[in-house]
């Protein structure tokens, strides 16, 4: 069993900056992979960044260039910068890793 706990969320201005975070905890195998979805209200969760074992990263177009997303395996924590945020950035953001979720963290970009 692994528990995922992010953390990080708030609100922030148009054009500011976040960083979540994201740590595992539990019976961890490896260094399995991470990813952070979104869920905008009335709207379904997207997975929108992904990183692989072996550090490969996957990027939705609607965030690619702004967010960015790093491990720190050491302390079974993955990490997203949020930068130049934008209204639609707004949503529930959660982590999760194989069949392991996060209970989500609240972002709200206002413009």
């Known amino acids: 069993q692994v528990r995922l706990v992010e953390s990080g969320g708030g609100l922030v201005q148009a054009g500011g900056s976040l960083r979540l975070s994201c740590t595992a905890s539990?019976?961890?195998?490896?260094?399995?992979?991470m990813a952070w979805s979104r869920q905008a209200p009335g709207n379904a969760r997207d997975m929108i960044v992904t990183?692989?074992?072996?550090?490969?990263?996957y990027y939705a177009d609607s965030v690619k260039g702004r967010f960015t997303i790093a491990r720190d395996n050491a302390k079974n924590t993955a990490y997203l910068q949020m930068n130049s945020l934008k209204p639609e950035d707004t949503g529930v953001y959660y982590c999760?890793?194989?069949?392991?979720w996060g209970q989500g963290t609240q972002v709200t970009v206002s413009s």
């Open positions: 999760s890793s194989q069949q392991y």
């Open positions: 990183i692989s074992s072996d550090g490969t990263t």
């Open positions: 539990g019976t961890i195998v490896g260094v399995p992979p």
